[in-house]
């Protein structure tokens, strides 16, 4: 059964560890993830994009497939399904469809109506016992269409948001979707501590997880962030493994491939993605 990530946050925040999310996009890799959380024993949250949902015939048919994964792979540890930067009307879409966590991601409004539209937010979802998280200080890259300089959000702000009761809060701290530039100029520790002085006990959330040093993300995790998202580090390392099986030529004797065999290479690398993300993360052994 699909849970908040209220609970499985404030532990990983109180014992200093993150539970990463991982955005999904077909079935393969929703199964790699479901196996993998399960064999690692970890606690995951499940993102998906609302270009993702789309893709994969709207929000209903996701939740349904993941739902039945669930019970058919037998898992057991806490699993949220979680939409990634969400428009209000998208988090509408999917708080109806049964999503267990709904990300609004308000930080390209004026701040007045970023708060006004959280708010709002707020008393639905808490409603129904789903999670909500807010973001301050749009991340850098594009994500979905939403784009962003990575800039760092105003702690004040962030405090401003934190206090209407959401879940979690995702704050700009000089983190880029996708690859980073070699001229990049690392996190903004000084902000996320800050930031944590104002929202105390309340989770941050990172996001572009992919490419930022080992030693940033522990640092990280000790100034309050307890969700890393990760989705670009999946997609690479899936289509290098396709790419290696169809240069290699294993189609069916000139009838082209099966696509259960085409896909296996891309599942199996992004279990060990997401492995080693959650040994990072510190979140193995915590469900």
Known sequence: MLVSAKEM???????????GQFNINNLEWTKAILQTAQECNSPVILGVSEGAGKYMCGYKTVVGMVNG???????????????????FEGCMKC?????????????????EENVEKTKELVGITGEKGMSLEAEVGAIGGEEDGVVGSGECAD???????????????????????????ENWA??????LDAIQQLTGEMPLVLHGGTGIPEDMI???????????????????????ATRKYIEAGKDLEGK???????????????????????????????A
């Open 9 to 19: 946050l404030e532990k990983a925040k109180a014992g200093h560890y993150a539970v």
């Open 69 to 87: 994964m669930l019970e058919e792979l037998k898992i057991t540890v806490p699993v949220a399904l979680h939409l990634d930067h969400g428009s």
């Open 95 to 111: 708080i109806e469809a049964g999503f267990s966590s709904v990300m609004f991601d308000g930080s390209h409004y004026p701040i």
């Open 155 to 181: 702690p004040k702000e962030c405090k401003a948001i934190a206090d209407l009761g959401v879940t979690m809060l995702a704050a700009g701290i000089g983190n880029i979707h996708g690859k980073y530039p």
């Open 186 to 191: 690392g996190l903004s520790f000084e902000t």
């Open 218 to 240: 522990k640092k990280a995790i000790s100034l309050g962030v307890a969700k890393i998202n990760v989705n670009t580090e999946c997609q690479l390392s899936f289509a290098d």
């Open 256 to 286: 082209g491939f099966d696509p259960r065999k085409l896909l296996a290479p891309g599942a199996e690398a992004i279990k060990a993605t997401v492995k080693e993300k959650m040994e990072l993360f510190g979140s193995v052994g915590k």
